[in-house]
């Protein structure tokens, strides 16, 4: 439930919570929105608690405005879940796939779906983080995900993966340049090394727009902005110590198979 209240007659977060607990409220979070709204949480399926609600916080502004009431209830939450498992899904074959037929003029020393798997084990890094995080916020801090979250994930998907394809290139064009002169983890480790400070400096200024984004940008986008910015980050991370490092290790599972 959103409410505005008059100009003055705003009170304070930790009255509202103990004026609202007094009705029994379960799961009940109050947070500030604006200069003079509030967003109230709470678990509830009767639809007399909504005007009780209402009536408690009358008691502090006669004038209180109802700007909104959102419910989410089980059938919701399960077609969420299921929809974003399937876009999810959907979205990493997708990227597999591509990248395997991108990569296809260099299945030498590894395949070229080999780019796509690792590619993904660098995503699936990216978005358990991410998820984790989440978890950890929404058991100590109640907060909720919903649509914007998974429409967060699959944002994280994007970005992640096209840094990942930059370092992935370089090592394609090198290893059309080396033909094979070079030991493949010397030719990583340059392209590496050439695609690290623009992976760097591009994912440094999305970071910064986002953490403006997720202390200024207000209640409504807060935690949308917060997710980008965990996943943006850890992206980087991925990128650079984990989708490169996975495909020279391929390497050497393969060379011990042999």
């Given amino acids: 439930m959103e409410v505005a209240f008059s100009e003055g007659k705003v009170p304070q977060v930790a009255e509202a919570q103990v004026s609202l607990e007094a009705l029994g409220l379960r799961s009940l979070t109050v947070q500030p929105t604006g200069d003079r709204g509030m967003i109230i949480r709470y678990l509830a399926s009767d639809e007399n608690l909504n005007e009780k609600v209402l009536t408690e916080l009358q008691k502090f502004d006669d004038k209180v405005e109802l700007v909104k009431v959102d419910f989410i209830g089980a059938s919701v939450s399960s077609q969420i879940k299921q929809s974003a498992l399937q876009a999810l899904a959907v979205a990493i074959i997708g990227i597999a796939l591509y990248i395997a037929w991108a990569f296809r003029k260099v299945s030498y020393p590894v395949s070229s779906w080999y780019y796509g798997i690792m590619a993904n084990v660098a995503l699936f890094h990216d978005l358990t983080i991410t998820v984790g995080i989440f978890a950890i916020l929404g058991h100590y801090f109640a907060v909720e995900i919903g649509a914007s979250f998974i429409a967060a994930l699959l944002t ?89 490092a996975l495909l020279v290790t391929g390497l050497e599972w393969k060379n011990k198979k042999q």
């Fill in 156 to 244: 994280i998907l994007g970005y992640s993966v096209h840094d990942t394809i930059v370092v992935y290139d370089r090592v394609r064009e090198n290893l059309m340049r080396s033909r094979a002169k070079e030991n493949f983890e010397t030719i990583v480790n340059r392209s590496l090394n050439e695609t690290i400070a623009r992976s760097f400096n591009t994912s440094f200024t999305v970071i910064m727009v986002l953490l403006a984004i997720t202390l200024y940008g207000g209640e409504s986008i807060k935690y949308f902005a917060l997710a980008l910015l965990i996943g943006v980050a850890a992206g980087t991370y991925s990128s650079i110590y984990v989708a490169s």
